[in-house]
C-alpha cells in the first residue's frame, strides 16, 4: 500500500471509530442517567425502563431498514443522517419532563441511531482489505467500549454539577461536531471499491438472504447473539440498581462502578480477537467466551452478597465476555458476505437480534428483579450464558465451512 493509500485508510479507520464512539455516547446516556431519572421524577424502575425497551426495539427494526439502505444507497449519507438525528433527539430529551414523552423521543432516537452500524459495516469492508476490517472492527468496538466508559463518567459529572439534563445536552453538541467532521472528511478517504457481482446476478443465482441464513446455519448464531444482547445491554443497565441496592451506595457512585465494565471491555475485545486467532475460528472463540460467562454468573450467584468487589468482578467478566462475543459475531462476521453483496443487509440483520436481546433485558430484568429480588436474577443470567453456549457450539462446523468459501 502506497503511503497516501495507508494515509485514507488510517483516517477511515478513525473517522468510524469516531462516528461509532458518538453513537454510545449518545444513546446510553439515559441508560447511565436511569437511576437518577427515576429518583428526580419519582417513578418505579420499570416505568422508567420503557423508553430503553422502545429504544431497542425500535433499534433493532431500524437495523433492518437500515441494512437495506446501506446496500442501495450512500452510506456516507445515512450516517450523516443518523448522527444529525441522533443529536437532535438528545437536545429534545433534556428539555422534556415527561416520562411518556420521553420514551416517544427515545424510540425515535432508536430509529436514528440504527443509521449508523450497517452502512459504517459497509464503508469498512469495500473499501479495507481483510487485514484493515479485522484492524477497523477490533479498533472500532474498542471506540464503542470507550464511549460507555465516557458516558459512565460524563453522566455522574453532569448529575453533581448540574443535574441528569445536561446528561443529554453534551453528547448533543458532540454528535452535531461529529457529523460536520464525517461530512466533509470522510469523502476524502474512499478507496476504490472491490469488484462485486450486481445484486439482480445474486438474486438470480439464489443467494437472497432468507437462503444465505438456512445455507448457513446462521439461526443459532442469531439466538446466541439475542443472548449476548440481553447479558451485555441488561447487566450494564441494571448494575447501578444492583449495587445501590444490595450496598447502599449513593446514585453518582453507584453509577460510576458501572465504568469498570467497558473498561474490562477494552480488554476483553483484545483478548477475544488473540482467542480466535489462536482457535482459527469466530464462533469456537464465542462458545469459550459464553462458557466463561457462564462460570461467571454461577459465581455471582453463590457468591455475589459477600460483597460489592465480588459482584462487580463477576459482572465486569460476563459484560467483557459479552463485548468480545460482539466483537466476533457482530463486527465481523458481515465482512464473510461481501462476495454476495449483503455486508450491510446482513450486518442489520445480526445487529438487529442483539437489540432484541437488549430490549428484552432492560424491561425483563427490572421486572424479575423487583418481583423475585436480585439473587433469582443473577442465576437468569449464569442460564442465560450456558444457552449461549449451547447455541454456538452446535454450529461451529457449519459456519467454518460457510466461513472457508467465504474467504
Known amino acids: 500500500m502506497t503511503k497516501s493509500g495507508s494515509k485514507r485508510t488510517g483516517l477511515l479507520i478513525f473517522l468510524c471509530c469516531a462516528v461509532y464512539f458518538t453513537s ?49 444507497f450512500s452510506p456516507r449519507i445515512v450516517i450523516a443522517f443518523g448522527v444529525f438525528a441522533t443529536s437532535l433527539c438528545n437536545i429534545g430529551m ?62 455522574p459529572a453532569c448529575i453533581a454539577v448540574s443535574g441528569w439534563r445536561s446528561a443529554f445536552f453534551v453528547p448533543a453538541l458532540i454528535g452535531v461536531s461529529v457529523a460536520f467532521v464525517w461530512i466533509f472528511l470522510e469523502r476524502r478517504c474512499e478507496l476504490p471499491m472491490k469488484t462485486q457481482k450486481s445484486d439482480n446476478a445474486r438474486v438470480a443465482d439464489g443467494h437472497g438472504v432468507r437462503h444465505i441464513i438456512h445455507a448457513t446455519g446462521l439461526v443459532p448464531i442469531i439466538l446466541g447473539i439475542v443472548l449476548q444482547g440481553m447479558l451485555r445491554d441488561g447487566i450494564t443497565t441494571w448494575m447501578p440498581a444492583y449495587i445501590a441496592d444490595n450496598y447502599s451506595f449513593g446514585t453518582d457512585m453507584s453509577i460510576l462502578t458501572t465504568v469498570v465494565l467497558p473498561i474490562f471491555g477494552i480488554v476483553s475485545i483484545s483478548a477475544a480477537s488473540l482467542l480466535q486467532k489462536k482457535v ?123 466461513a472457508k468459501k467465504g474467504k
Not at 443487509?345 to 432492560?362: D, K, P, Q
Open 24 to 72: 454510545y455516547l449518545t444513546r446510553h446516556n439515559y441508560a447511565a442517567a436511569l437511576v437518577e431519572i427515576v429518583r428526580d421524577m419519582k417513578i418505579d424502575k420499570e416505568t422508567g425502563s420503557c423508553a430503553l425497551t422502545g429504544m431497542f426495539v425500535t433499534y433493532g427494526v431500524g437495523q433492518l431498514l437500515s441494512g437495506w439502505l446501506g446496500d442501495r
Open 94 to 155: 433534556g428539555f422534556l419532563s415527561d416520562i411518556i414523552g420521553m420514551t416517544a423521543l427515545w424510540c425515535v432516537n432508536g430509529f436514528a441511531q440504527a443509521m449508523l452500524w450497517p452502512p459504517l459495516v459497509r464503508i469498512m469492508a469495500e473499501n479495507l482489505d481483510d487485514r484493515d476490517y479485522r484492524k477497523a472492527s477490533l479498533l472500532v468496538s474498542i471506540a464503542a467500549s470507550v464511549g460507555s466508559i465516557a458516558v459512565y463518567l460524563l453522566v
Open 280 to 402: 482459527g475460528s469466530d464462533l469456537t472463540a464465542s462458545t469459550l467466551l459464553f462458557g466463561l460467562a457462564c462460570l461467571s454468573g454461577v459465581i455471582l450467584r453463590l457468591f455475589g452478597q459477600t460483597g460489592a468487589v465480588v459482584s462487580v468482578v463477576c459482572m465486569m467478566l460476563i459484560t467483557g465476555c459479552m463485548h468480545g462475543i460482539n466483537m466476533l459475531l457482530i463486527s465481523r462476521l458481515p465482512a464473510y458476505f461481501a462476495g454476495y453483496g449483503r455486508v450491510s443487509t446482513m450486518s442489520g440483520v445480526l445487529n438487529a437480534f442483539t437489540y432484541v436481546g437488549s430490549a428484552l433485558s432492560s424491561y425483563g430484568f427490572a421486572a424479575i428483579s423487583e418481583r423475585r429480588g436480585w439473587e433469582f436474577t443473577t442465576g437468569i443470567w449464569a442460564l442465560i450464558a450456558l444457552f449461549g453456549t449451547l447455541c454456538c457450539g452446535s454450529v461451529i462446523r457449519r459456519w467454518n465451512r460457510f
